[in-house]
């Protein structure tokens, strides 16, 4: 049993915020490994996590067969808008509904340090990839961003988290991602860090992302949004720009690991 039942019905919540504010956060990354992989035509890929599809329709634009599962039925629903000829599905990382060797490439941004067990679903990675190119995404180490401050202040409005639960910064720790990647039978290959910033036009565009994460869903549903808004405006505040928007440094780490 995975998390995708309660990953789906947290972070597809607000899906329409998070797909035209939030997840474009990650373009530099995603730009990052196409360059890295070479994508081009007729390459395979599954998206692991896809979310609203941003990752796949910029793969789908160099000519790439792309794919995407994700927990939040929302989300699908926008990737499969983005990409029309896309295979988008509803599912669960640790149980993925492919036969093995199916595509050229796996990837998975911010996706599996959300797994019940991360190895389990690594493994499912591996074993659906045809040349065993699977690359991971997760946050730099907490103390590298500055938008620590907002999860830190989401969390205070959140029960003490069991011992080892999925989360933003469950696989961050030097070593993790190598130390995953040797248990699920992969060889740790690449690894970079990219810097995928936390901008904001202005207050209202902030609230609309920052509140369709999981976390924040969370928080609301416990607490109240009134409370969560005030919360995240006075986490923000100290990274207030002269123009009135907001500016957070964020970074993301990769890395492209093989059979």
């Excluded at 196409?34 to 035509?41: G, P």
């Excluded at 390459?43 to 995407?68: Q, T, W």
């Excluded at 939040?72 to 896309?86: K, M």
């Excluded at 202005?202 to 869903?217: F, N, V």
């Amino acid at each position: 049993m995975g998390t995708a039942k309660t990953q789906g019905q947290i972070w597809g919540t607000r899906a329409k915020d998070w797909a035209e504010v939030q997840e474009g956060m990650a373009i530099p990354l995603y730009e990052v490994v196409l360059q890295k992989i070479k994508v081009s035509e007729g390459f395979s890929i599954l998206d692991v996590g896809c979310g609203s599809g941003i990752f796949c329709e910029m793969a789908a634009k160099l000519g790439a067969r792309v794919s995407g599962i994700d927990a939040a039925e929302s989300l699908i629903t926008i990737a499969g808008e983005r990409v029309a000829d896309g295979d988008f599905r509803v599912g669960e990382m640790e149980e993925l509904p492919y036969a093995d060797q199916t595509f050229d490439m796996i990837t998975g941004f911010s996706s599996f340090q959300f797994a019940a067990n991360p190895v389990n679903a690594l493994r499912e990675a591996n074993r659906v990839s045809r040349n065993g190119i699977v690359v991971m995404a997760v946050f730099g180490r907490p103390e590298e961003n500055e938008t620590t401050a907002i999860l830190k202040a989401i969390g205070s409005l959140l029960p003490p988290p069991p011992p080892d639960a999925p989360g933003p910064y469950a696989l961050s720790a030097d070593g993790v991602l190598e130390a995953l990647t040797t248990k699920a039978g992969m060889t740790p290959g690449v690894i970079g860090t990219v810097e995928c910033p936390f901008d904001y036009p202005d207050e209202k565009t902030a609230l609309r992302g920052l509140l369709s994460s999981g976390p924040a869903i969370r928080a609301i549903q416990g607490k109240g949004e009134d409370l969560v808004r005030e919360t995240i405006l006075n986490a923000i505040a100290p990274f207030k720009t002269d123009s009135g928007g907001y500016h957070l440094r964020n970074t993301m780490r990769y890395m492209i690991a093989g059979a």
